[in-house]
Nanobody, 120 residues
Framework: QLVDSGGGLAQPGDALRLSCAAS????????VAWFLQAPGKERDGVAC??????RTYYADSVKGRFTISRDNAKVYLQLDSLRPEDTAVYYC?????????????????WGQGTQVTVSS
């Protein structure tokens, strides 16, 4: 029910913008987060945004480089100053239960993932 897109191949220092859209549900009613999963590693939350007032939360590793936002029925993750260690599959996720969580278990709906590869 979530569709994430916008990944691709980038060079160090480049920027990408990921998008998350919903089908058969109104994304405005949900808090939304972005997670990333690097090969062989667990899925980690990097940014989330509340419904309603749009409060944002970031993992320390991405503060100042990634920006989460929402506009109408979509949620975006702006990735700036990309680094090779940002290479991962990025997933958007939605929940109606909590705000500001980076726990996978708190999210009910997931996108299929979009690959971001940062390499020179």
């Amino acid at each position: 029910q979530l569709v994430d897109s916008g990944g691709g191949l980038a060079q160090p220092g480049d920027a990408l913008r990921l998008s998350c859209a919903a089908s058969n549900m109104t994304l405005d009613y949900y808090a939304v987060a972005w997670f990333l999963q690097a090969p062989g590693k667990e899925r980690d939350g990097v940014a989330c945004i509340s419904n309603g007032d749009g409060r944002t939360y970031y993992a320390d590793s991405v503060k100042g480089r990634f920006t989460i936002s929402r506009d109408n029925a979509k949620v975006y993750l702006q990735l700036d100053s990309l680094r090779p260690e940002d290479t991962a599959v990025y997933y958007c996720a939605a929940t109606s239960l909590v705000i500001g969580s980076f726990y996978v278990r708190d999210y009910d709906y997931w996108g299929q993932g979009t690959q971001v590869t940062v390499s020179s």
